[in-house]
């Protein structure tokens, strides 16, 4: 499917969805209505199970349209403005079905700010990120001062929002930001294998961890181990569960049917 500057293919149950807005596609108001619109397409849609996001051209996406930005006026503008965004990458980062962002050249600012709502980052080698705000006088506004924190730890996020300098895909890795780098032409075939291995398992579990995981961090420790023996037990009762046990006993590949 092509609407716009998102385009998207289902293959195997998963989506392919790219942006393609030349230069470096650049975060407009409409993008990310765009966005959203198509991701909550992906959330109703029950043959998708795994999404992979990627970017056409040299970057990922190298931030939000800087003409969007210079045109807010005044505090309510912009507070309407940052509604959009946070609704927006709110609404990748609750889906229950794993989303993993496929990386290459630039990913800053505003498009560090998606990469971080996405569960999952495979990025190419000559990747940078960073979030540049702060030279033009502003800080990330997408979520980017709440989420960046939660991945790489409060000091390195503070270093990049007050510097707005750019760090290399290997710096990424060693502090987390990404799940694994590697080299630029395997970026989205990177992506998809990772997508296929979930794809693969019982999508009950698959579903039921990412509940537990994304709720049980809004949680206390405790809180989150009660969220964890709520959903372990409902899994207990389930035929993926006899399935999976009896196709390990019986040293076979086990044929899940999501029930």
Do not use: W
Not at 199 to 221: F, N
């Amino acid at each position: 499917m092509a609407d716009g500057k998102i385009s998207y293919r289902v293959e195997n149950r998963i989506a392919f969805a790219t942006i393609n807005n030349p230069p470096m596609n650049a975060l407009s108001r409409e993008v990310f209505l765009e966005i959203e619109d198509v991701f909550s397409q992906f959330e109703k849609d029950d043959s998708i199970k795994a999404v992979v996001f990627s970017g056409e051209g040299r970057a990922f996406i190298a931030g939000a349209d800087i003409r969007m930005l210079q045109a807010v006026k005044g505090k309510e503008d912009a507070k309407e403005l940052t509604v959009i965004f946070h609704r927006t990458l709110n609404r990748i980062e609750e889906m229950r079905k794993p989303v993993i962002a496929a990386i290459h050249g630039y990913c800053l600012g505003g498009g560090l700010e998606f990469a971080l709502a996405c569960h999952m980052r495979i990025a190419g080698e000559k990747a940078q990120f960073g979030v540049p705000e702060i030279k033009l006088g502003i800080f990330p506004g997408a979520g980017g001062t709440q989420r960046l924190p939660r991945v790489v730890g409060k000091a390195k996020a503070l270093e990049m929002i007050l510097t707005g300098e750019f760090i290399s895909a290997q710096e990424a890795l060693a502090i987390g930001l990404v799940n694994k780098v590697v080299p630029h032409e395997e970026v989205l075939s990177e992506a998809k294998a990772l997508a296929e291995k979930i794809v693969s398992k019982g999508q009950l579990a698959v579903k039921y961890a990412m509940e537990v995981v994304i709720e049980g961090l809004k949680r206390d420790l405790y809180s989150g181990l009660e969220l964890e023996a709520e959903y372990f037990s409902l899994l207990c009762e389930t035929e993926d569960r006899k399935e999976g046990m009896a196709a390990f006993l019986e040293k076979r590949e086990p044929k899940f049917k999501d029930r």
